[in-house]
């Protein structure tokens, strides 16, 4: 099966998951993140601040369309079920 990279994955390999997790550590708040990690956010507000999406629920049913590229990118969608994530950073 062929693989590509989309723009949005070549987007984020310019700040590396390891050096995003080290930051992460050395100025993180101490407090783990319950099931919505910092990467996670950073992808999603990322993701809806380049695709100019009006709102939260649009932007989260946007990448719902897009499971596969979440599974690759190291992020899990967000539950329609659920409340809208608490920010942490």
């Not at 310019?14 to 997790?21: D, G, I, N």
């Amino acid at each position: 099966m062929a693989h590509c990279n989309t723009i949005f994955q070549q987007m984020l390999k310019l700040l590396p998951r390891h050096h995003f997790a080290k930051l992460e550590a050395e100025h993180g708040n101490g407090r783990k993140a319950r099931s919505f990690t910092r990467w996670s956010q950073l992808v999603h507000l990322l993701s809806r601040q380049l695709t100019a999406r009006a709102s939260l629920r649009d932007g989260v049913a946007s990448l719902k369309a897009r499971v596969k590229s979440l599974y690759h990118l190291g992020v899990k969608p967000v539950p329609r079920q659920s409340p809208p994530p608490r920010f942490l950073l």
